[in-house]
Antibody, heavy 119, light 112 residues
């Protein structure tokens, strides 16, 4: 079955960077885009962007350009997202996800990574 | 960006009852290919969102037929019939027609 296993919670200082992982299993990693979504505490969902593990193709929400960087390691079926120049506004849960049966819906989600930015 | 507006913000329901959630988009969600990429998600407390409905009215794998989606263009509705305890949480609509994908602000479903 499709599974997306994300790395653990992070406590980081303002101005620093953090890199989180999303390990995929149960399907051919290179055949499906990995999407990244942000959810601030008690708030809604924000689409950060996506990466195609096979092609390396990326699409970023303009709002997150310069903030988020997507990479993949095909050998380990793992996608990564690095967030840079962190501020308290980056405190959130970050999810990775994969489409389901349709190209524009997210049928499979990781458990999320809580990133807390605090001095 | 396409703005997704959900109403109501919260909803109280009795077990076994029926509810409707509305979602409106600031622009038509009909893609150039003719498909309408409007989805519904449920986020239960402490969990990741889960996909319920895709392309307006298609139930995702394992989703009960108590959930139904309808609508077109810019106006969409999610109906939940015979509400069960496991249905409680926050419902989000989301569009995948235009980049960046965007989501509604959520509708919290609670027990009356």
């Amino acid at each position: 079955q499709v599974q997306l296993q994300q790395s653990g919670a992070e406590l980081v200082k303002p101005g620093s960077s953090v890199k989180m992982s999303c390990k995929a299993s149960g399907y051919t990693f290179t055949s499906y885009y990995i999407y990244w979504i942000k959810q601030r505490p008690g708030q809604g969902l924000e689409w950060i962007g996506r990466i195609g593990p096979g092609s390396g193709d990326t699409n970023y929400n303009e709002k997150f350009k310069g903030k988020a960087t997507f990479t993949v390691d095909k050998s380990s079926s793992t996608a990564y997202m690095q967030l840079s120049s962190l501020t308290p506004e980056d405190t959130a849960v970050y999810y990775c996800a994969r489409r389901g049966l349709s190209y524009s819906s997210l049928g499979y989600w990781g458990q999320g990574v809580m990133v807390t930015v605090s001095s | 960006d396409v703005v997704m507006t959900q109403t109501p913000v919260s909803l109280s329901v009795s077990l076994g009852g029926q509810v409707s959630i509305s979602c409106r988009s600031s622009q038509s969600l009909v893609h150039n290919n003719g498909n309408t990429y409007l989805s519904w998600y449920l986020q239960k407390p402490g969990q990741s969102p889960q996909l319920l409905i895709y392309k307006v009215s298609n139930r995702f794998s394992g989703i009960s037929d108590r959930f139904s989606g309808s609508g077109s263009g810019t106006d969409f509705t999610l109906k939940i019939s015979r509400v069960e305890p496991d249905d409680l949480g926050v419902y989000y609509c989301g569009q995948g027609t235009q980049y960046p994908w965007t989501f509604g602000g959520g509708t919290k479903l609670e027990l009356k």
